[in-house]
T-cell receptor, first 114, second 116 residues
Framework: AQSVTQLDSQVPVFEEAPVELRCNYS??????LFWYVQYPNQGLQLLLK??????LVESINGFEAEFNKSQTSFHLRKPSVHISDTAEYFC????????????FGQGTTLQVKP | EAQVTQNPRYLITVTGKKLTVTCSQN?????MSWYRQDPGLGLRQIYY???????DKGDVPEGYKVSRKEKRNFPLILESPSPNQTSLYFC???????????????FGPGTRLTVL
């Protein structure tokens, strides 16, 4: 079965430090890839997405993610985090041929400490 | 204001009592979807709809029903709720790309359901 795995359930990090949140998916078929962020007591918001083209995609608030087809990964990175980045982050994948299905990972809680 | 609304936001009910959670969007989106969020499991898709009268199962459809009679509404129905359906539910919508849901999904605020 197709699946999405976020390897870290929690990532504690100090403010201004770099961070990487990992996401791997199960299949080598064509995919659309997304990162969503959920701030406390809110719904999810799109952070960035990869559909095609350049394998490095960026968001407006300094996050970036790189699509690695050979490793079936889409890791999220930020060179310097802020307290306001504290949230839960979800990786989501649409696998080609799955019509409307979207599969989410388990989520990673990013805890930024002062 | 462009938004996805869900009602109710909070609901406590008892086993077996039928309930409906409404979802409405005002962005003319073709695609709508329901998810449940449980600790450690992330979001799991219950049902989705690619357009009016077109619905399909997600990964966890058991115990749920949906309908899409109008483009803007996508209610989630629990005919006979059970305690294992206690969860946080999200509705989402988006424009539909040529190859599937490749556009940003807009999420509602969530409905916290407790089944006793």
């Amino acid at each position: 079965a197709q699946s999405v795995t976020q390897l870290d359930s929690q990532v504690p990090v100090f403010e201004e430090a770099p961070v990487e949140l990992r996401c791997n998916y199960s299949s080598s078929v064509s995919v659309y890839l997304f990162w969503y962020v959920q701030y406390p007591n809110q719904g999810l918001q799109l952070l960035l997405k990869y559909l095609s083209g350049s394998t490095l995609v960026e968001s407006i608030n300094g996050f970036e993610a790189e699509f690695n087809k050979s490793q079936t990964s889409f890791h999220l990175r930020k060179p310097s985090v802020h307290i306001s980045d504290t949230a839960e982050y979800f990786c989501a994948v649409h696998f080609s041929g799955n019509t409307g299905k979207l599969i989410f990972g388990q989520g990673t809680t990013l805890q930024v400490k002062p | 204001e462009a938004q996805v609304t869900q009602n109710p936001r909070y609901l406590i009910t008892v086993t077996g009592k039928k309930l409906t959670v409404t979802c409405s969007q005002n962005m003319n989106h073709e695609y709508m979807s329901w998810y449940r969020q449980d600790p450690g499991l992330g979001l799991r898709q219950i049902y989705y709809s690619m357009n009016v009268e077109v619905t399909d199962k997600g990964d966890v459809p058991e115990g749920y029903k949906v309908s899409r009679k109008e483009k803007r509404n996508f209610p989630l129905i629990l005919e006979s709720p059970s305690p294992n359906q206690t969860s946080l539910y999200f509705c989402a919508s988006s424009f539909l790309g040529t190859s599937g849901p490749n556009n940003e999904q807009f999420f509602g605020p969530g409905t916290r359901l407790t089944v006793l």
